[in-house]
């Protein structure tokens, strides 16, 4: 049964939190020590400690950096990234997080991405922050991450640019489409650019309703806050048992009283063709005894903001209800089998039991059975059957 992983910042959230946490549910120490030399920085020290946060035990990740030439732009950044001996994923997923961060800082102070100076000691702290956080889930094997409402803190910070209000407008904008929460009252800055980029890259979007905890890493932050522990927890879970894959999506509904069947059939389809997970019309009485129409989306939490603008542009609806689901599949796999001469594709699906299910592609039913001159019901039945030959395999 595989294992994901779902970021808990009920303290907020940073780079090195988060490898503090990593270590904590099982990232090898020496693994992330011998990180600055895969990057190419000399002389940089990884310290790993276990320490106290309001009383509980926690993993506190430093760098001792030594003194730096100069600062680095976006372009130096991702040159050492795409040097350093790391798995083309991590590369990759480290230059997303770049260089989101350069266009929303750029955005934030009326620059270019490419002007976004990063000053020494922050640049080399941030670089290893993303890379050790990338390559840890990596080295984990925890390729699913998700990530719960996140604390922001609140009053004001001082930064390079004057004092600015908690979270940093660049934070803020790299938090957009996260679930946040303002305070606690008198927490201060909870969450750093470094760890809302992280979650943006990483976090598919809210956790699962129901899992299966395995372990748990608390990765602490600089501060001992008095009345709460500033931790971050990181929890590696499973799926329970039957239950297949699981993801966390968004339902938006509308209910129409004044649109064609024509109309929203139409919008029924432009919404699929825009990468609604699925969108099905019910019937249903509004206000006044009128018969009308429901329109519900399914859709990834990332797609909410764009398939409701969607929604308001082609139906006539005056609002549109969001609600968090759950949902549950099950394993599938393609296939091809051959019938007639004609290629049939196939899904295959495993049930929680482990016995697999098969259903041919009906286009391609259709489309044999006009070549052959065989009745869909004819084309389907020989489909299953060269399936079961080959012995339930795709």
Known sequence: MSTFAILDPFSGISGDMTLGALVGAGLDPGWLRALPGRLGLDGVQVRVDAVKRCGLAATKVDFDIPEQPHGRH???IRALVAAADLSAAVKDTADQVFRGIAEIEGEAHGVSPEEVHLHEVGAVDAILDVVGVIGGFEALGLAEVYCGAISLGDGFVRAAHGVLPVPAPATLRLLEGQRVRPGPEGA??????????LVRALARGAPPITYVPRRVGLGAGSRDLVERPNVLRLIVAEHPEGAGTGES???LACDLDDMTAEGLAGTAELLLGAGALDVVILSTHMKKGRPGMRLEVLCAPDEVSRLEALVFQHTTTLGVRRLGVERRSLERTAGRVEVEGHGVRVKV???????RRCKPEFDDVVAVARATGRTTQEVSRAALAAWNDRGGRV
């Open 349 to 355: 699906a495993t049930l929680p039991n482990g016995d």
């Open 74 to 76: 976006l372009s130096e």
């Open 249 to 251: 999506l968004v339902q």
């Open 188 to 197: 201060g800055e909870l969450v750093t650019p470094t760890g809302a980029a």
